[in-house]
């Protein structure tokens, strides 16, 4: 799955369903949703500063990956939420959550010549679940389905009307 682009789409896809039931769901919360489908993928800042630098600086052990785990995943958001004001901090948590969730669920399913997934749950588990594999991490398909997928969603919710009137008034919060 050409990561980025096919974890930005599920986000997508998943808070603009959202947001024709929840009011305060705008399109600039939407974008929030597919931040924190990135969130896992700090991890890949290994490419450019190496675990072992890092830790040295810190003084303690380190290892990108980790961020790529249920509990890296969740300090991410964390700090993340600490820089938004404080009004915004439930709805900000939320949806870096809920990205970062998804990007963690569509990893889980990669094929891995194991049959097993990462510890994708670490730090609560080290258990590496079986995964269905439905892709390979290189396949082109899955970000073109995702974006058709996406483009439907998109019309569908705009075409309907599903989406409210976003400058009327909130009568009261959802």
Known sequence: MPDLLSHALIAYT???LLSTRYRWLTP???TVGMAGAF???IAKAELLVDSAVVGNALGVPFDWFGV???GGSTVAVLLGVVLVVADERRRVAVLL???AASHLLA???LLNASGRSYAVLWPLTSYHPPTPGLYHSTDVW???VLGGVALVTWWFVRRSGAVRDRHEPERHRQ
């Open 142 to 144: 899955p970000s073109l």
């Open 14 to 16: 998943a808070c603009t």
């Open 97 to 99: 959550s809920f990205g």
């Open 28 to 30: 600039q919360y939407v």
């Open 107 to 109: 990893d889980a399913l």
């Open 39 to 41: 969130v896992p993928d």
């Open 68 to 70: 790529h785990t249920l």
